[in-house]
């Protein structure tokens, strides 16, 4: 069995911590490095009830894409709820490690995956990472579908492929458009519409759209919009993740079990069409 310490070396070497954004907060929040790890659950969100799965399921070692503490803290005390998740961890010998902007960027990451669950094929990064030589790292990715779809088709091949969420998928754009490139970036994506045009595709699939950009983009360009809840644009990241980890198990003999909760964590519970909205 090998060494928390084995398997955080592993980890990093994917998503190694100088490629996260400044104002990231990656890497290992909780865990003794000498502990030895024998199950791995992977997820989105370091909630309570994902520490819980953790607890159920035996894992010593929780990796998630969100950082638990962002912005910093004063306490980790149990009377509040990211304190909890601490003593839970701590109590329990579970280690806590994130992987985020640095596993966006990663080849392959994020998007990818994203990708990969849309059945599209990946040309390349959307915002490239200027210090990688193979131009393949970077933010978001510019994909074609494997032949031409109206935009209500591929919408509804989004909604079919992701993860269940209670707002599905929106879209803004002329249903019948003929969509035969995307780009797609997991999590927030209305920062990087400049780019989406600047690459000529048809329609930009990501989560957490908001009003104004998409009116303004809407105004710019003929460019279709799907907006996705933003836990089901990364969930297929664990799977990816978790994968990457099973291959390195494999190659160095270590019999890891490494796992990927299902547990949706998107914080909409219920959505209600409003009445006599168009189809």
Known sequence: MPRLSEVIAAL?????AERAESWDAVGTVVGDPDQE??????????VQEIVDEALELGAGLLVTHHPLYLRGT????ASHFKGRVVHTLIKNDIALHVAHTNADTADPGVSDALAGALDLRVVGPLVPDPTDPNGRRGL???????????LREFAARAAERLPATA??????GDPEAVVRTVAVSGGSGDSL??????????????????????SEARAQSPLALLDAAHWATEWPWCELAAA????????????????????????????????????
């Open 140 to 150: 978001g990715r510019v994909c074609e579908l494997d032949h031409p779809l109206p």
């Open 12 to 16: 990093d070497n994917l998503w190694p």
């Open 167 to 172: 707002q599905g998928i929106r879209v803004a």
């Open 37 to 46: 790890v024998t199950r791995v659950l992977f997820a989105v969100d370091p």
């Open 74 to 77: 004063t306490t980790v005390a």
């Open 244 to 279: 990457q980890l099973d291959e390195i198990s494999d190659r160095r003999g270590w019999d890891l079990r490494v796992h990927v909760s299902k547990t949706v964590t998107d914080p909409w519970t219920i959505h209600s069409p409003s009445l006599g909205a168009p189809n």
């Open 193 to 214: 519409f400049d780019q989406v045009r600047a690459a000529g595709v048809d329609a930009f699939l990501t989560a957490d759209l908001r009003h104004h950009p998409v």
